[in-house]
Protein backbone atom coordinates (compact mmCIF):
# COMPACT_ATOMS: atom_id res chain seq x y z
CA UNK A 1 0.00 0.00 0.00
CA UNK A 2 3.17 2.14 0.54
CA UNK A 3 4.78 1.25 -2.81
CA UNK A 4 2.83 3.91 -5.45
CA UNK A 5 3.18 6.92 -2.59
CA UNK A 6 7.16 5.95 -2.96
CA UNK A 7 7.31 5.60 -6.44
CA UNK A 8 5.83 9.20 -6.87
CA UNK A 9 7.91 10.69 -4.36
CA UNK A 10 11.46 9.16 -5.95
CA UNK A 11 10.09 9.59 -9.51
CA UNK A 12 9.32 13.61 -8.89
CA UNK A 13 11.08 14.45 -5.81
CA UNK A 14 13.71 12.98 -4.85
CA UNK A 15 15.26 11.41 -8.06
CA UNK A 16 15.13 14.88 -9.49
CA UNK A 17 16.95 16.17 -6.81
CA UNK A 18 20.17 13.55 -6.58
CA UNK A 19 20.28 14.47 -10.29
CA UNK A 20 20.23 18.62 -9.54
CA UNK A 21 23.58 17.46 -7.00
CA UNK A 22 25.08 15.08 -10.13
CA UNK A 23 24.25 17.72 -12.82
CA UNK A 24 26.03 20.44 -10.33
CA UNK A 25 29.01 19.12 -11.36
CA UNK A 26 28.39 19.64 -14.72
CA UNK A 27 28.65 21.70 -18.28
CA UNK A 28 25.08 20.55 -19.56
CA UNK A 29 22.73 23.28 -21.90
CA UNK A 30 19.47 21.01 -21.34
CA UNK A 31 20.69 18.80 -24.80
CA UNK A 32 20.49 15.29 -23.61
CA UNK A 33 23.94 14.98 -25.26
CA UNK A 34 26.10 17.71 -24.27
CA UNK A 35 26.38 17.00 -20.43
CA UNK A 36 30.22 17.08 -19.49
CA UNK A 37 31.32 16.54 -16.29
CA UNK A 38 33.44 19.58 -15.05
CA UNK A 39 33.89 18.87 -11.44
CA UNK A 40 33.50 21.70 -8.89
CA UNK A 41 34.00 24.48 -11.36
CA UNK A 42 30.47 25.45 -11.38
CA UNK A 43 30.67 26.44 -7.19
CA UNK A 44 33.87 28.13 -7.91
CA UNK A 45 32.30 30.20 -10.12
CA UNK A 46 29.35 30.59 -8.76
CA UNK A 47 31.35 31.95 -5.22
CA UNK A 48 33.82 33.79 -7.06
CA UNK A 49 32.93 35.56 -10.16
CA UNK A 50 28.88 35.83 -10.44
CA UNK A 51 27.52 39.12 -9.18
CA UNK A 52 24.05 37.83 -10.58
CA UNK A 53 23.86 35.28 -7.79
CA UNK A 54 25.82 37.38 -5.46
CA UNK A 55 22.97 40.38 -5.45
CA UNK A 56 20.16 38.07 -5.69
CA UNK A 57 21.57 36.28 -2.45
CA UNK A 58 21.80 40.16 -1.21
CA UNK A 59 18.08 40.64 -2.15
CA UNK A 60 16.80 37.53 -1.13
CA UNK A 61 18.28 37.88 2.26
CA UNK A 62 17.20 41.36 2.64
CA UNK A 63 13.89 40.70 1.53
CA UNK A 64 13.80 37.88 3.65
CA UNK A 65 14.25 39.93 7.08
CA UNK A 66 11.91 42.66 6.01
CA UNK A 67 9.69 40.36 4.99
CA UNK A 68 9.38 38.03 8.21
CA UNK A 69 8.91 40.83 10.45
CA UNK A 70 6.67 42.70 9.10
CA UNK A 71 4.85 39.53 8.33
CA UNK A 72 4.68 38.39 11.93
CA UNK A 73 4.14 41.97 13.47
CA UNK A 74 1.64 42.66 11.54
CA UNK A 75 -0.05 39.68 11.05
CA UNK A 76 0.21 39.00 14.97
CA UNK A 77 -1.46 42.62 15.83
CA UNK A 78 -4.12 41.40 13.65
CA UNK A 79 -4.71 38.34 15.54
CA UNK A 80 -4.77 39.70 18.80
CA UNK A 81 -7.48 42.51 17.53
CA UNK A 82 -9.54 39.85 16.10
CA UNK A 83 -9.39 37.49 18.63
CA UNK A 84 -10.92 40.10 21.10
CA UNK A 85 -15.26 39.37 21.06
CA UNK A 86 -15.74 42.94 18.51
CA UNK A 87 -18.41 42.91 16.27
CA UNK A 88 -17.87 41.90 13.04
CA UNK A 89 -15.03 40.04 13.59
CA UNK A 90 -15.77 37.14 11.73
CA UNK A 91 -16.23 39.10 8.56
CA UNK A 92 -13.06 41.33 9.01
CA UNK A 93 -10.95 37.87 9.27
CA UNK A 94 -12.30 36.58 6.19
CA UNK A 95 -11.81 40.22 4.48
CA UNK A 96 -7.79 39.64 5.69
CA UNK A 97 -7.56 36.14 4.41
CA UNK A 98 -8.73 36.90 0.72
CA UNK A 99 -5.44 37.92 -0.77
CA UNK A 100 -4.26 34.72 0.40
CA UNK A 101 -6.46 32.69 -2.17
CA UNK A 102 -5.86 34.54 -4.86
CA UNK A 103 -2.82 33.30 -7.07
CA UNK A 104 0.41 34.98 -6.35
CA UNK A 105 0.80 35.34 -10.21
CA UNK A 106 -2.69 37.60 -10.42
CA UNK A 107 -1.62 39.01 -7.01
CA UNK A 108 1.38 40.26 -9.08
CA UNK A 109 -0.44 41.87 -12.03
CA UNK A 110 -3.25 43.22 -9.79
CA UNK A 111 -0.46 45.37 -8.40
CA UNK A 112 1.10 46.18 -11.60
CA UNK A 113 -2.00 47.45 -12.53
CA UNK A 114 -2.22 49.16 -8.98
CA UNK A 115 1.79 50.78 -9.26
CA UNK A 116 0.72 51.99 -12.84
CA UNK A 117 -2.32 53.33 -13.81
CA UNK A 118 -4.19 53.10 -10.09
CA UNK A 119 -1.42 55.56 -8.50
CA UNK A 120 -1.52 57.80 -11.68
CA UNK A 121 -5.05 58.02 -11.00
CA UNK A 122 -4.55 58.46 -7.06
CA UNK A 123 -1.87 61.16 -7.53
CA UNK A 124 -4.09 63.02 -9.85
CA UNK A 125 -6.64 63.33 -7.16
CA UNK A 126 -4.61 63.84 -4.39
CA UNK A 127 -1.62 65.91 -5.71
CA UNK A 128 0.21 63.30 -2.64
CA UNK A 129 4.36 63.21 -3.98
CA UNK A 130 4.31 59.34 -2.80
CA UNK A 131 1.78 58.12 -5.83
CA UNK A 132 4.32 60.01 -8.50
CA UNK A 133 7.51 57.99 -8.00
CA UNK A 134 8.02 55.23 -9.68
CA UNK A 135 7.45 52.60 -7.86
CA UNK A 136 8.63 49.76 -10.22
CA UNK A 137 11.01 51.94 -12.25
CA UNK A 138 13.42 52.93 -9.05
CA UNK A 139 15.38 49.74 -7.64
CA UNK A 140 15.00 51.16 -4.16
CA UNK A 141 11.42 51.56 -4.55
CA UNK A 142 11.18 48.17 -6.67
CA UNK A 143 12.21 46.23 -3.42
CA UNK A 144 9.89 48.31 -1.05
CA UNK A 145 6.83 47.30 -3.67
CA UNK A 146 7.85 43.35 -3.96
CA UNK A 147 7.90 43.58 -0.08
CA UNK A 148 4.82 45.83 0.50
CA UNK A 149 2.68 42.84 -1.98
CA UNK A 150 4.34 40.25 -0.22
CA UNK A 151 3.03 41.09 3.08
CA UNK A 152 -0.28 42.18 1.52
CA UNK A 153 -0.89 38.69 0.25
CA UNK A 154 -0.10 36.91 2.96
CA UNK A 155 -0.72 38.29 6.50
CA UNK A 156 -3.77 36.71 6.64
CA UNK A 157 -2.47 33.53 6.58
CA UNK A 158 -0.17 33.90 8.97
CA UNK A 159 -3.19 35.73 11.24
CA UNK A 160 -5.23 32.79 11.11
CA UNK A 161 -1.90 30.53 12.81
CA UNK A 162 -1.90 33.32 15.67
CA UNK A 163 -5.42 33.28 16.18
CA UNK A 164 -5.44 29.45 16.71
CA UNK A 165 -2.68 30.09 18.94
CA UNK A 166 -4.28 32.50 21.14
CA UNK A 167 -7.05 30.16 21.29
CA UNK A 168 -5.16 28.13 23.27
CA UNK A 169 -4.43 31.05 25.72
CA UNK A 170 -5.79 29.57 29.04
CA UNK A 171 -8.66 32.63 30.15
CA UNK A 172 -8.02 32.07 34.14
CA UNK A 173 -4.37 32.99 33.79
CA UNK A 174 -5.50 36.58 31.74
CA UNK A 175 -8.13 37.25 34.52
CA UNK A 176 -5.97 36.92 37.36
CA UNK A 177 -3.66 39.07 35.77
CA UNK A 178 -6.12 41.26 35.16
CA UNK A 179 -7.04 41.21 39.03
CA UNK A 180 -3.25 41.86 39.57
CA UNK A 181 -3.92 45.20 37.88
CA UNK A 182 -1.70 44.33 34.76
CA UNK A 183 -2.41 46.40 32.26
CA UNK A 184 -2.95 45.24 28.04
CA UNK A 185 0.09 45.91 26.98
CA UNK A 186 2.07 43.91 29.70
CA UNK A 187 -0.30 41.07 30.10
CA UNK A 188 0.36 40.72 26.40
CA UNK A 189 3.59 40.51 26.71
CA UNK A 190 3.96 38.51 29.72
CA UNK A 191 1.33 36.01 29.43
CA UNK A 192 0.21 36.19 26.00
CA UNK A 193 3.11 35.70 23.93
CA UNK A 194 4.98 33.69 25.84
CA UNK A 195 2.12 31.03 25.85
CA UNK A 196 1.50 31.17 22.18
CA UNK A 197 5.56 30.81 21.13
CA UNK A 198 4.37 27.42 19.05
CA UNK A 199 2.42 29.63 16.81
CA UNK A 200 5.60 32.23 16.50
CA UNK A 201 7.74 29.04 16.16
CA UNK A 202 5.01 27.86 13.40
CA UNK A 203 4.87 31.19 11.67
CA UNK A 204 8.36 32.34 11.65
CA UNK A 205 9.33 28.91 10.27
CA UNK A 206 6.67 29.68 7.20
CA UNK A 207 7.47 32.71 6.59
CA UNK A 208 11.00 32.68 6.33
CA UNK A 209 11.33 29.51 4.27
CA UNK A 210 8.72 31.25 2.14
CA UNK A 211 10.37 34.61 1.72
CA UNK A 212 13.82 32.31 0.86
CA UNK A 213 12.20 31.07 -1.77
CA UNK A 214 9.88 34.14 -3.16
CA UNK A 215 9.74 33.47 -7.05
CA UNK A 216 5.78 34.36 -8.25
CA UNK A 217 4.82 37.75 -7.05
CA UNK A 218 8.44 38.58 -8.24
CA UNK A 219 8.03 37.22 -11.54
CA UNK A 220 4.80 39.01 -12.02
CA UNK A 221 5.27 42.34 -10.72
CA UNK A 222 9.08 43.10 -11.94
CA UNK A 223 10.26 40.23 -13.46
CA UNK A 224 13.87 40.54 -11.12
CA UNK A 225 13.68 44.12 -12.36
CA UNK A 226 14.89 47.46 -12.70
CA UNK A 227 17.95 45.44 -14.52
CA UNK A 228 18.31 42.34 -11.14
CA UNK A 229 17.16 45.56 -8.21
CA UNK A 230 14.84 42.70 -7.61
CA UNK A 231 15.95 39.30 -9.01
CA UNK A 232 15.44 36.91 -6.25
CA UNK A 233 17.79 33.63 -5.76
CA UNK A 234 14.97 31.21 -7.02
CA UNK A 235 13.95 33.39 -10.11
CA UNK A 236 17.93 33.79 -10.59
CA UNK A 237 18.04 29.89 -10.69
CA UNK A 238 14.92 30.20 -13.56
CA UNK A 239 16.65 32.84 -15.96
CA UNK A 240 20.28 30.84 -15.51
CA UNK A 241 18.59 27.25 -16.50
CA UNK A 242 15.91 28.27 -18.88
CA UNK A 243 16.86 31.86 -20.23
CA UNK A 244 20.43 31.41 -20.13
CA UNK A 245 20.31 27.44 -21.07
CA UNK A 246 22.69 27.05 -18.49
CA UNK A 247 21.34 23.90 -16.69
CA UNK A 248 24.34 22.57 -15.06
CA UNK A 249 25.16 25.99 -13.59
CA UNK A 250 21.56 26.50 -12.63
CA UNK A 251 20.96 23.31 -10.71
CA UNK A 252 24.83 24.06 -8.44
CA UNK A 253 22.83 27.21 -7.56
CA UNK A 254 19.92 25.06 -7.00
CA UNK A 255 22.15 23.15 -4.70
CA UNK A 256 23.40 26.44 -2.96
CA UNK A 257 19.66 27.57 -2.45
CA UNK A 258 18.46 24.20 -0.65
CA UNK A 259 21.61 24.19 1.78
CA UNK A 260 20.63 28.05 2.53
CA UNK A 261 17.00 27.20 3.61
CA UNK A 262 18.09 24.11 5.15
CA UNK A 263 20.86 25.58 7.11
CA UNK A 264 18.79 28.92 7.89
CA UNK A 265 15.22 27.48 9.22
CA UNK A 266 16.86 24.43 10.88
CA UNK A 267 19.28 27.47 13.21
CA UNK A 268 15.67 29.25 13.54
CA UNK A 269 13.64 25.92 14.45
CA UNK A 270 16.22 25.39 17.23
CA UNK A 271 16.69 29.11 18.86
CA UNK A 272 12.92 29.13 18.68
CA UNK A 273 11.95 25.44 20.43
CA UNK A 274 14.30 26.67 23.26
CA UNK A 275 12.19 29.84 24.04
CA UNK A 276 8.91 27.57 23.97
CA UNK A 277 10.66 25.12 26.51
CA UNK A 278 11.79 28.26 28.88
CA UNK A 279 8.21 29.56 28.61
CA UNK B 1 -15.85 30.92 18.55
CA UNK B 2 -14.88 33.78 21.00
CA UNK B 3 -12.05 35.15 22.17
CA UNK B 4 -10.57 33.47 24.90
CA UNK B 5 -10.51 36.58 26.94
CA UNK B 6 -12.29 38.91 28.20
CA UNK B 7 -14.79 36.31 27.34
CA UNK B 8 -17.94 35.94 25.06
CA UNK B 9 -20.36 37.66 27.91
CA UNK B 10 -18.59 41.01 27.78
CA UNK B 11 -16.93 42.51 24.84
CA UNK B 12 -13.60 44.91 25.62
CA UNK B 13 -13.71 48.55 26.30
CA UNK B 14 -13.83 50.31 22.94
CA UNK B 15 -14.90 47.54 21.30
CA UNK B 16 -16.84 49.50 18.62
CA UNK B 17 -13.84 51.49 17.99
CA UNK B 18 -11.54 48.94 17.54
CA UNK B 19 -14.48 47.56 15.02
CA UNK B 20 -14.91 50.40 13.25
CA UNK B 21 -10.95 51.19 12.76
CA UNK B 22 -10.52 47.62 11.65
CA UNK B 23 -13.26 48.00 8.90
CA UNK B 24 -12.11 50.83 7.55
CA UNK B 25 -8.53 49.23 7.09
CA UNK B 26 -10.02 46.20 5.73
CA UNK B 27 -11.50 48.45 3.30
CA UNK B 28 -8.12 49.96 2.65
CA UNK B 29 -6.60 46.69 2.65
CA UNK B 30 -8.65 44.91 0.03
CA UNK B 31 -9.23 48.26 -2.36
CA UNK B 32 -7.02 46.55 -4.81
CA UNK B 33 -8.97 44.07 -5.48
CA UNK B 34 -11.96 46.74 -5.14
CA UNK B 35 -10.09 48.95 -7.85
CA UNK B 36 -10.12 45.62 -10.04
CA UNK B 37 -13.88 44.72 -10.03
CA UNK B 38 -14.33 48.18 -10.62
CA UNK B 39 -12.23 48.50 -13.69
CA UNK B 40 -13.26 45.53 -15.34
CA UNK B 41 -16.67 46.84 -16.52
CA UNK B 42 -15.26 50.17 -17.93
CA UNK B 43 -13.74 51.18 -21.01
CA UNK B 44 -9.92 51.25 -21.85
CA UNK B 45 -10.22 55.17 -22.23
CA UNK B 46 -12.18 54.86 -18.93
CA UNK B 47 -9.83 53.06 -17.48
CA UNK B 48 -6.43 55.55 -19.02
CA UNK B 49 -8.24 58.41 -17.82
CA UNK B 50 -9.04 57.50 -14.37
CA UNK B 51 -9.13 54.40 -12.27
CA UNK B 52 -11.30 55.56 -9.52
CA UNK B 53 -14.07 56.86 -11.05
CA UNK B 54 -16.74 54.59 -11.68
CA UNK B 55 -18.08 53.72 -15.09
CA UNK B 56 -20.62 55.82 -16.87
CA UNK B 57 -21.82 52.74 -18.49
CA UNK B 58 -21.39 48.73 -17.55
CA UNK B 59 -19.23 47.15 -20.31
CA UNK B 60 -19.67 43.78 -20.12
CA UNK B 61 -18.28 42.78 -23.04
CA UNK B 62 -15.09 42.98 -21.18
CA UNK B 63 -15.74 39.88 -19.91
CA UNK B 64 -16.99 38.19 -23.15
CA UNK B 65 -14.22 39.28 -24.80
CA UNK B 66 -11.88 37.83 -22.03
CA UNK B 67 -14.05 34.73 -22.26
CA UNK B 68 -12.97 34.04 -25.39
CA UNK B 69 -9.34 35.33 -25.33
CA UNK B 70 -8.29 32.87 -22.59
CA UNK B 71 -10.57 30.65 -24.17
CA UNK B 72 -12.09 30.30 -20.50
CA UNK B 73 -14.73 27.71 -20.99
CA UNK B 74 -11.54 25.03 -22.23
CA UNK B 75 -8.72 26.40 -19.52
CA UNK B 76 -11.04 26.47 -16.98
CA UNK B 77 -11.74 22.26 -18.02
CA UNK B 78 -8.31 21.97 -17.95
CA UNK B 79 -7.27 23.79 -14.89
CA UNK B 80 -10.10 21.47 -13.51
CA UNK B 81 -8.82 18.19 -14.74
CA UNK B 82 -5.44 19.34 -13.18
CA UNK B 83 -6.62 19.75 -9.41
CA UNK B 84 -8.88 17.01 -9.70
CA UNK B 85 -6.55 14.44 -10.71
CA UNK B 86 -3.42 16.10 -8.85
CA UNK B 87 -5.87 16.15 -5.25
CA UNK B 88 -7.47 12.71 -6.02
CA UNK B 89 -4.27 10.75 -6.12
CA UNK B 90 -2.47 12.74 -3.60
CA UNK B 91 -5.69 11.97 -1.18
CA UNK B 92 -5.32 8.18 -2.70
CA UNK B 93 -1.38 7.83 -2.64
CA UNK B 94 -0.95 9.44 1.04
CA UNK B 95 -3.92 8.01 2.69
CA UNK B 96 -2.63 4.15 1.71
CA UNK B 97 0.64 4.84 2.41
CA UNK B 98 0.08 6.90 5.67
CA UNK B 99 -2.39 4.66 7.17
CA UNK B 100 -0.25 1.64 6.41
CA UNK B 101 2.47 3.17 8.10
CA UNK B 102 1.10 4.17 11.21
CA UNK B 103 0.61 0.16 11.55
CA UNK B 104 3.88 -1.09 11.09
CA UNK B 105 6.62 -0.82 13.39
CA UNK B 106 9.91 -2.17 11.59
CA UNK B 107 12.98 -0.63 11.17
CA UNK B 108 11.99 -0.86 7.60
CA UNK B 109 8.61 1.28 8.02
CA UNK B 110 10.57 3.73 9.94
CA UNK B 111 13.38 4.19 6.91
CA UNK B 112 10.14 4.26 4.14
CA UNK B 113 8.65 6.76 6.30
CA UNK B 114 11.25 8.97 6.15
CA UNK B 115 11.77 8.83 2.50
CA UNK B 116 8.23 9.78 2.23
CA UNK B 117 8.11 12.80 4.74
CA UNK B 118 11.92 14.40 4.34
CA UNK B 119 11.24 15.91 0.50
CA UNK B 120 8.98 18.22 2.87
CA UNK B 121 12.65 19.99 3.77
CA UNK B 122 13.33 20.33 -0.56
CA UNK B 123 12.40 23.31 -1.79
CA UNK B 124 10.89 22.78 -5.09
CA UNK B 125 13.01 25.28 -7.12
CA UNK B 126 16.50 23.11 -5.90
CA UNK B 127 15.17 20.37 -8.32
CA UNK B 128 13.11 21.96 -10.69
CA UNK B 129 15.43 21.98 -13.58
CA UNK B 130 15.89 18.25 -13.42
CA UNK B 131 12.51 17.42 -12.72
CA UNK B 132 11.59 18.83 -16.05
CA UNK B 133 14.28 16.14 -17.55
CA UNK B 134 12.69 13.76 -15.95
CA UNK B 135 8.81 14.85 -16.90
CA UNK B 136 10.45 14.86 -20.30
CA UNK B 137 11.88 11.45 -20.52
CA UNK B 138 8.48 10.40 -18.79
CA UNK B 139 6.40 11.97 -21.90
CA UNK B 140 4.53 13.81 -19.48
CA UNK B 141 5.18 17.68 -20.69
CA UNK B 142 3.18 19.12 -22.60
CA UNK B 143 -0.21 17.17 -21.26
CA UNK B 144 -2.62 18.49 -18.80
CA UNK B 145 -2.44 14.66 -17.36
CA UNK B 146 1.01 14.74 -17.26
CA UNK B 147 1.11 17.96 -15.01
CA UNK B 148 -1.51 15.69 -12.63
CA UNK B 149 0.51 13.12 -12.28
CA UNK B 150 3.45 15.12 -11.30
CA UNK B 151 1.41 16.65 -8.36
CA UNK B 152 1.67 13.17 -7.32
CA UNK B 153 5.35 13.03 -6.53
CA UNK B 154 5.11 17.04 -4.90
CA UNK B 155 2.01 16.83 -2.67
CA UNK B 156 2.45 13.21 -1.32
CA UNK B 157 4.94 14.28 1.66
CA UNK B 158 2.48 16.29 3.22
CA UNK B 159 -0.70 14.92 3.09
CA UNK B 160 1.15 11.35 4.14
CA UNK B 161 2.36 13.12 7.35
CA UNK B 162 -0.91 14.42 8.06
CA UNK B 163 -2.62 10.93 7.59
CA UNK B 164 0.14 9.71 9.93
CA UNK B 165 -0.30 11.42 12.64
CA UNK B 166 -3.93 11.04 12.42
CA UNK B 167 -4.12 7.21 11.40
CA UNK B 168 -1.79 6.97 14.66
CA UNK B 169 -4.98 7.88 17.12
CA UNK B 170 -7.09 5.40 15.55
CA UNK B 171 -7.45 2.06 18.16
CA UNK B 172 -6.09 -0.71 16.07
CA UNK B 173 -8.92 -2.93 16.81
CA UNK B 174 -11.18 -1.80 14.10
CA UNK B 175 -8.53 -2.86 11.57
CA UNK B 176 -8.22 -6.52 13.61
CA UNK B 177 -12.30 -6.31 13.13
CA UNK B 178 -12.31 -5.46 9.45
CA UNK B 179 -9.33 -9.13 9.11
CA UNK B 180 -11.20 -11.47 10.83
CA UNK B 181 -14.99 -10.58 8.75
CA UNK B 182 -12.69 -11.30 6.20
CA UNK B 183 -11.62 -8.29 4.64
CA UNK B 184 -8.65 -8.09 2.13
CA UNK B 185 -6.10 -5.55 3.79
CA UNK B 186 -6.89 -3.09 0.74
CA UNK B 187 -10.63 -3.64 1.14
CA UNK B 188 -10.83 -3.38 4.96
CA UNK B 189 -8.99 0.05 4.01
CA UNK B 190 -11.24 1.66 1.97
CA UNK B 191 -14.35 0.36 3.76
CA UNK B 192 -13.31 0.82 7.33
CA UNK B 193 -10.01 2.96 8.04
CA UNK B 194 -10.56 5.28 4.90
CA UNK B 195 -14.06 6.76 6.43
CA UNK B 196 -12.94 7.21 9.68
CA UNK B 197 -9.93 9.23 8.35
CA UNK B 198 -12.26 11.83 6.46
CA UNK B 199 -11.26 14.72 8.89
CA UNK B 200 -7.36 14.95 7.54
CA UNK B 201 -8.88 13.94 3.82
CA UNK B 202 -10.69 17.29 4.01
CA UNK B 203 -7.70 18.99 5.29
CA UNK B 204 -5.62 17.42 2.93
CA UNK B 205 -8.16 18.00 -0.42
CA UNK B 206 -8.17 21.61 0.58
CA UNK B 207 -4.36 22.23 1.04
CA UNK B 208 -3.55 20.53 -2.30
CA UNK B 209 -6.96 21.72 -4.66
CA UNK B 210 -6.02 25.52 -3.46
CA UNK B 211 -2.20 24.77 -4.52
CA UNK B 212 -2.55 23.44 -7.75
CA UNK B 213 -5.60 25.42 -9.28
CA UNK B 214 -3.47 28.74 -8.05
CA UNK B 215 0.26 27.30 -9.52
CA UNK B 216 2.20 28.99 -11.53
CA UNK B 217 6.26 27.54 -11.88
CA UNK B 218 5.13 23.46 -12.49
CA UNK B 219 2.45 24.92 -14.97
CA UNK B 220 4.68 26.88 -16.70
CA UNK B 221 7.79 24.54 -16.45
CA UNK B 222 5.79 21.49 -17.31
CA UNK B 223 3.57 23.03 -20.20
CA UNK B 224 5.20 25.75 -22.01
CA UNK B 225 5.73 23.80 -24.79
CA UNK B 226 2.14 23.05 -26.29
CA UNK B 227 1.16 26.09 -28.89
CA UNK B 228 -1.25 27.07 -26.70
CA UNK B 229 -1.76 28.23 -23.13
CA UNK B 230 -3.05 25.12 -20.95
CA UNK B 231 -4.19 26.24 -17.77
CA UNK B 232 -5.95 29.78 -16.76
CA UNK B 233 -2.65 31.04 -14.97
CA UNK B 234 -0.67 30.24 -18.02
CA UNK B 235 -3.51 32.29 -19.97
CA UNK B 236 -3.52 35.64 -16.97
CA UNK B 237 0.45 35.36 -17.07
CA UNK B 238 0.00 35.63 -21.47
CA UNK B 239 -2.51 38.33 -20.80
CA UNK B 240 -0.60 40.47 -18.94
CA UNK B 241 3.12 39.51 -20.92
CA UNK B 242 2.12 41.73 -24.03
CA UNK B 243 3.75 44.81 -24.97
CA UNK B 244 0.54 46.94 -24.94
CA UNK B 245 -1.60 45.25 -21.98
CA UNK B 246 -5.67 45.30 -23.20
CA UNK B 247 -6.51 46.61 -19.29
CA UNK B 248 -10.12 46.44 -19.44
CA UNK B 249 -9.75 42.85 -20.72
CA UNK B 250 -6.99 41.91 -18.51
CA UNK B 251 -9.08 42.97 -15.09
CA UNK B 252 -12.03 41.31 -16.50
CA UNK B 253 -9.64 37.78 -17.35
CA UNK B 254 -7.88 38.42 -13.07
CA UNK B 255 -11.71 38.18 -12.21
CA UNK B 256 -12.82 35.32 -14.43
CA UNK B 257 -9.34 33.67 -13.00
CA UNK B 258 -9.68 34.16 -9.41
CA UNK B 259 -13.97 33.31 -9.11
CA UNK B 260 -13.47 29.95 -9.38
CA UNK B 261 -11.30 29.79 -6.27
CA UNK B 262 -12.88 32.61 -4.20
CA UNK B 263 -16.47 30.67 -4.70
CA UNK B 264 -14.51 27.55 -3.21
CA UNK B 265 -13.30 29.66 -0.37
CA UNK B 266 -16.67 31.42 0.47
CA UNK B 267 -18.74 27.97 0.73
CA UNK B 268 -15.91 25.50 2.42
CA UNK B 269 -14.63 28.55 4.33
CA UNK B 270 -14.59 27.06 7.78
CA UNK B 271 -12.89 23.57 6.52
CA UNK B 272 -10.06 25.88 4.66
CA UNK B 273 -9.14 27.89 6.63
CA UNK B 274 -8.56 24.70 9.68
CA UNK B 275 -7.08 22.81 6.76
CA UNK B 276 -4.40 25.34 6.49
CA UNK B 277 -3.91 25.75 9.89
CA UNK B 278 -3.64 21.69 10.32
CA UNK B 279 -1.36 21.55 6.78
CA UNK B 280 1.10 24.74 9.02
CA UNK B 281 0.74 23.75 12.07
CA UNK B 282 1.72 19.64 11.56
CA UNK B 283 3.72 20.09 9.09
Known sequence: ??????????????????????????????????????????????????????????????????????????????????????RGKNVLRAAFYIPNIISLIIIGYVWRFIFSRGFDSFGALTHLGIFQLSWLGDSHLAFVSVLLVTVWQSIGFYMVIYIAGLQT???????????DGTGPVSRFFRITLPLIMPSVTVAVFYSLSNALKTFDVIFSLTFGGPGTATTSIALDIYKTAFSDSRFGYGTAKSVVLFLLILALTVFQLNVFKRREVQA | MSGPFPGPSRRPRGAAVISLVLAVAALVYLYPLILVVINS??????????????????????????????????????????????????????????????????????????????????????????LVKVARTLHLTNSIWGLGATYWGLGVP?????????????????????????????????????????????????????WMWNDFLLPLLILSGAKKSLT??????????????????????????????????LVLQRHIIKGMVAGAVKG
Open chain 1, 1 to 86: MTIPAVIAILLFVEIPFLMSVTYSFTRWNGLDKAVKFIGISNYVELLTSDPQLGSAMIFTLAFTVFAVAAINVVALLLAVLLDMNI
Open chain 2, 158 to 210: LSLFLYHGFAKTVPGELDDCAAIDGCRPLRAFFQVMFPLLQPVTVSVIVINAM
Open chain 2, 232 to 265: LQLAAYNFFGQYKIEWQNAMAGVLLTITPAVVFY
Open chain 2, 41 to 130: VKSFSEIMANVVALPAQLHLENFSNAFSLMRYPNLFLNTLVVTCMGTGGVVLLAAMAGFKLSRTRTRYSWFVFLLCVAPMMIPFHSFMIA
Open chain 1, 169 to 179: VPREQLEAALM
